[in-house]
């Protein structure tokens, strides 16, 4: 214990510092924390409530929902939401959540969980609520196949037994399987309507019960959707929570009867939505309550923002790059959106020069086949990746004379147009938001200065 209250003061310390200095958005004292003492997650007290929320695709969005929620209702609480979502980011979090005395002082603590590393941390920190947004194709290097990420969470419940309750997504095939020994709850959507495109894949290819074939009645997006296997019981489980109904043009959801807002008019962000108010009113707040809330919200700044200029909307609007399911999604949406519109590929990692990408295969997973659409007049991109997406794109059938590859990122400005379009959109790697921030203020500074004659 001694290390413990050693390791929890000095890196109180180090957070006071990064606090005064107007840099708090960081997870270097949590790092100090489990340096001095690597049980810290173990012996660090926890508040009445804490929910960890995890899974491939819509984790920062998700938390963030359900933390603000909380604190518009009056509660305190602890959570890093710049989305440090590994061991150090968790010591943070939960070190913001206690005095010198290691007493709790707030309410809840939220944290936004790695799920490759969640049965190495989870344990220790024995959250209440797990939520499981859903496990799709990710990094190849790094998370290799879903059954790996499936595997790690899934160890993770078994550990922690039935005094965790599992949040599940009922659509997924893959992780609503989850948690056999916990308690489960389930969110789940009906046919939004949304008429998906032909995916090259899917992320569930077989029955994981059988090997039988895997059919669907609907499809919100890639392996998502109402499923059943030809061969046995494995088929959706009921849903909890249902949207019954969801008019992503409206922006609003039905839920067990009770119409929502949502955040945006995108598909995957209509789950997040219907997976926060699941966990919410799982928690018992009222329809209303969260309701209101809801029709004060946007998508998080560092996944979408927009500035106006000249009659063109200029957006910034994340896009993993190595993740096949989440890049083909906005890629859809792209397709979807009705505007005329030109789009610039910023989703080249920064990575050192000797290794300036993980790997390649992942651009040939994921639909670029969506980009070759009429509305889509132009896309550019640039970097040192730049001629592998240029053939990605033509092997996709976009035609040659509506591709813009450029090697210095710099010159991108040069070639976005500002006639004939109503919009423009960055999608970038969620690593670089600044980089994609500063990449749309060039645009729109470029346009202003006259731009393309």
Same mark, same amino acid.
């Given at each position: ?9 000095? @890196?109180?310390?180090? *957070?006071?510092?990064?606090? $005064?200095?107007?840099? %708090? &958005?960081? +997870?270097?004292?949590? #790092?100090? /924390? ?56 968790? @010591?943070?979090?939960? *070190?913001?959540?206690?005095? $010198?005395?290691?007493? %709790? &002082?707030? +309410?809840?603590?939220? #944290?936004? /969980? ?340």
């Amino acid at each position: 214990m001694f290390r413990f209250y050693v390791a929890l003061w000095a @890196s109180k310390l180090m *957070l006071a510092f990064y606090t $005064l200095i107007k840099q %708090p &958005k960081t +997870d270097l004292p949590g #790092l100090l /924390a489990s340096k001095i003492c690597p049980d810290f997650l173990s012996y660090i007290h926890k508040p009445a409530l804490t929910i960890t929320v995890t899974g491939t695709n819509g984790k920062t969005t998700t938390s963030t929902l359900i933390n603000d929620f909380l604190k518009s209702a009056g509660l305190t609480t602890s959570f890093n939401e710049w989305g440090a979502n590994m061991q150090a980011g968790y @010591s943070v979090n939960l *070190l913001r959540g206690v005095n $010198l005395f290691n007493k %709790p &002082k707030v +309410d809840c603590s939220i #944290l936004e /969980a790695d799920e490759l590393t969640l049965d190495e941390n989870m344990p220790k920190i024995k959250p209440d609520y797990i939520l499981v947004t859903n496990i799709c194709k990710d990094s190849l290097r790094r998370n290799g196949h879903p059954e790996n990420i499936y595997n790690h969470i899934e160890h993770t419940l078994r550990i922690l037994g039935d005094k965790t309750t599992a949040v599940l997504n009922a659509n997924d095939p893959i992780s609503s399987e989850l948690g056999k020994g916990n308690r489960r709850i389930y969110f789940g959507m009906a046919d939004a309507r949304t008429n998906p495109f032909v995916n090259l894949g899917k992320d569930i290819a077989i029955c994981p019960r059988c090997g039988g074939k895997i059919t669907y009645d609907y499809r919100h997006y890639r392996h998502i959707g109402k499923f059943r296997c030809e061969n046995c019981d494995f088929k959706t489980p009921h849903p909890d929570y249902m949207a019954e109904f969801t008019d992503l043009n409206d922006r609003t959801m039905t839920i067990s009867g009770h119409e929502y807002p949502l955040i945006s008019d995108t598909i995957f962000n209509a789950f997040n939505v219907l997976a926060a108010v699941a966990i919410l009113r799982e928690l018992g707040y009222r329809e209303n309550e969260i309701s209101s809330f809801l029709s004060t919200q946007k998508v998080t700044d560092i996944r979408e923002t927009c500035v106006e200029y000249n009659g063109i909307e200029y957006y910034t609007f994340a896009a993993k790059s190595q993740n096949v399911s989440a890049a083909s999604t906005v890629f859809e949406y792209m397709a979807k959106e009705p505007s005329d519109k030109d789009v610039v590929l910023l989703m080249d990692e920064v990575q050192d020069k000797n290794h300036p990408t993980e790997t390649l295969s992942w651009l040939y997973e994921t639909d670029y086949e969506f980009l070759n659409d009429p509305k889509i007049k132009r896309v550019i991109v640039g970097g040192h990746m730049y001629l592998n997406h240029k053939l990605r794109l033509l092997l996709a059938g976009v035609p040659e004379d509506r591709i813009v590859a450029v090697e210095d990122e710099a010159d991108i400005p040069l070639y976005v147009d500002q006639y004939g379009i109503t919009k423009v959109y960055v999608l970038y790697e969620t690593d670089c938001v600044t980089k994609a921030l500063n990449m749309r203020d060039s645009i729109v500074s470029y346009v202003k200065e006259g731009g393309r004659k």
